[in-house]
Structures are given as C-alpha cells and as structure tokens.
C-alpha cells in the first residue's frame, strides 16, 4: 500500500513545547514539502527538500526545522519560537526527475492549549 | 473536520449541472498549473494538471482550461454530483520546484 504518511491526525501541545511532526512516504519520490494550512487561505510553503541531507526554506520558515536523513522521511519540528502553531500541517511529495506534480499526505492538525 | 475554508468564496450548483471553477494566477513566466480537490479534515487529491505549451486538457468529467494572455485557469466538472463538494485549489509553477497556490473556492453541490 504505497502512498504518504502522516502521523499523528490531531496533536495538542502547550505553549513553549516543541513537537516533530512525522512524514513518511514509500513511493521512491526525491523532493518532499511541508505546507502550513490556515482557514481561508491557501497552502503556505513552511520547507523542502529536493534530496536526501538537503533542504531548503520557503515562504514561512521561520519558527520550523527539518531534517532529511533519509529519503522516505521528512519530519517537521515546530519550536517555542512560532508564534501562532496551531494550523493544518500537509506533508507533500514529488518525484523529481519526472513530474511536476505533488502528491499530498492526510495532514495533521495541531493545537496549541 | 478541519475548520478550512471559513471565509472562501463559494460556489452552490444544483446535482446534475456543470460547475466551473476560476483561478487568476500572478506570474507570467509559471509553466505548470494544477487543480487539487480538498475535502474537509484530508489532504489536497491531485484532479488534472496542464503545462503552459496547452490551452486545454480534458480528464474524465473534468476540464481544465488555460488562457495565458490574461492568466487564467479554470477547472470545468461535468454532471457535477454530490461527491464533487470540497474545495478547490488552483497552483502555479514557475522556476524551482515549488507550486504557489491559490486560496480555494468552496464547491456545494445541493441535491
């Protein structure tokens, strides 16, 4: 059963914590994303990676980190140092040399108490 | 679900007629474009994609049209059916590998 993978579907955490999102996917893709999903609005590019020890800042970085051990995961930590957290998070994923097209995992809705 | 799309623009179409989606896009020099389909509390679905040498491309039950000279996409649904209900997001491609989406557009169908 291939596909994206993303883990927990809710999480709530307390001001000042940090907390990892997981993203994992088994279909061989190179370049992975996480986008940030507020109400009204669309898809925000948080960070990417086109491959494996690499990774890159989007639009709305700051606040995140990410780590691209290995090429089916790309965990997103969230730190104390965002400031509004609580969103809609959507891991991506593309293959590289052959699509433009990005493949999205079922999101994980985080909450700040 | 998730609370997404509070403050969407929306679109109401009765069961059984077509809806048509718009979509202005920003850059010029974009050479991909995508619709995706949300449902409430999932992940964006990937609809049908044109690349910008195209002014049309046709899947099933669905159109995608692109006029590059004012820069507009839309995405045509024939037969629109209560399943089709979600929001619907236009992306754009230009340098890199990065999409720049849109904000979304509600979708009802009423029975």
């Known amino acids: 059963d291939g596909g994206i993978t993303q883990s927990p579907k809710y999480l709530f955490r307390k001001e000042g914590q940090n907390v990892t999102l997981s993203c994992e996917q088994n279909?061989?893709?190179?370049?992975m994303y996480w986008y940030r999903q507020d109400p009204g609005q669309g898809l925000r590019l948080i960070y990417y990676s086109q491959i494996v020890n690499d990774f890159q800042k989007g639009d709305i970085a700051e606040g995140y980190s990410v780590s691209r051990e290995k090429k089916e995961s790309f965990p997103l930590t969230v730190t104390s140092a965002q400031k509004n957290p609580t969103a809609f998070y959507l891991c991506?994923?593309?293959?590289?040399?052959?699509?433009?097209?990005?493949?999205f995992g079922p999101g994980t809705r985080l909450t700040v108490l | 679900g998730e609370s997404v799309g509070l403050h969407l623009p929306t679109l109401s179409v009765q069961e059984g007629d077509n809806s048509i989606i718009n979509c202005a896009y920003s850059n010029s020099a974009s050479d991909y474009f995508i619709w995706y389909k949300q449902e409430s509390g999932k992940g964006p679905q990937f609809i049908i994609d044109?690349?910008?040498?195209?002014d049309k491309r046709q899947g099933q039950r669905v159109t995608v049209l692109l006029n590059k000279t004012v820069k507009h996409l839309s995405l045509q649904i024939a037969a629109t059916q209560p399943g089709d209900s979600a929001v619907y997001f236009c992306?754009?491609?230009?340098?890199?590998?990065?999409?720049?989406f849109g904000g979304g557009t509600r979708v009802l169908v009423k029975p």
């Open positions: 044109i690349r910008s040498n195209m």
């Open positions: 991506a994923s593309k293959d590289k040399t052959s699509t433009d097209t990005q493949y």
């Open positions: 279909l061989n893709h190179d370049a």
């Open positions: 992306a754009e491609k230009a340098a890199g590998n990065k999409l720049t």
